[in-house]
Every structure is written in C-alpha cells, then in structure tokens.
C-alpha cells in the first residue's frame, strides 16, 4: 500500500505478521493454527509445533503420531508381535470417543454408532488414516484459478500478478 508521504509500504493478510526485513510476511499460529495438528507455539521464524501428551512430533514437523506408533515407525524392521497390535486396537475400541483428546481427530470430530469420525475443514483432506488433515495445494489444479501467479498458503492460496500488472477485485484477474 502506498503511505501518505508517497511511499511504499507492507501489510500482510490475516493470521500472517509482517517480518523484520518490512518485506515479507509470517504465517502465525493464528491462521489454520499455522499448519501444526495439535500445539502451535509462534517464534521469530514463524510457526513451532508441538504435540500432545502420548503424542511426537512427526518429521515432518508439523503432523503428531502416537508414541507408540512413533517408536514402530522408527524401528528398522518395522516389526511388532500381534500380541502388541491386538492390545492396541482393543484400547483404542475402548477409549475412542470426541470427548477424550478430540478423538485423536487433527481438527473436527464427530461421535458415531461405530466409532469418532473426522473431518477436516475447506483447503484441507483427510489422511488415509482417518485421522489427520492436509494442507490441500490448490494452486496444482488449473494455477488456482489465477491469471499469473499461484501461491499456496495453509489452508487456501493467493494469486498475483506479473510486474506492470494489477490483481483485480476478484482475487484471481490481473
């Protein structure tokens, strides 16, 4: 935007801070709780996740698995005893309900005959495991919609527009 003294200067979106260098824009924990499952802590860098209790970090830095999946992740064989396996299903058949750590679901849980069922909101799908959400790259699938450029963002996507253009009112015409 332009400043009253004929300048220059940077406003960012919603949910995103104007970085040190008054250039570029931050993603904060305010805006799809800056892309983490459970705990999102905002640093200087941008958004630190964190995860629940009986819960790490996934490698990705963003997604939590259960420890005890964790350390099966991590094992190099990938090998556990149906004894192991067993024990777990019956204690998640036992303890699976919204009400205890949102049903293990990323973002909305809903209690079900059969069991929780999550779902995830706009701009972003459910997981093969039923349980987590991911960001959804909108800017894969026709450029977004937008004339130049595509971005994406968590949880949505921002066009813009070659030098010497100007993004119109629509959000997507330069």
Do not use: W
Request: net charge neutral.
């Amino acid at each position: 935007r332009e400043t009253p003294k004929g300048g220059v200067a940077c406003d960012c979106r919603p949910g995103f801070d104007l970085a040190q260098n008054q250039k570029d824009c931050t993603l904060t924990c305010n805006y799809g709780n800056g892309g983490c499952q459970h705990s999102c802590e905002d640093t200087d860098t941008g958004p630190m996740c964190g995860c629940h209790q009986k819960y790490a970090l996934h490698s990705d830095g963003r997604t939590c698995i259960e420890k005890d999946e964790a350390a099966i992740e991590r094992s190099q064989f990938n090998a556990t005893s149906v004894a192991d396996v067993d024990k777990r299903v019956k204690r998640r058949l036992l303890m699976e309900t919204c009400a205890v750590n949102n049903g293990g679901c990323d973002r909305t849980c809903k209690d079900t005959a059969t069991g929780v069922r999550c779902s995830c909101p706009v701009g972003f799908t459910l997981q093969p495991d039923g349980k987590t959400c991911k960001d959804i790259n909108e800017c894969l699938v026709n450029n977004g919609g937008c004339d130049h450029f595509c971005r994406n963002t968590v949880g949505s996507f921002e066009c813009g527009c070659r030098k010497g253009y100007k993004l119109l009112t629509d959000e997507r015409t330069c």
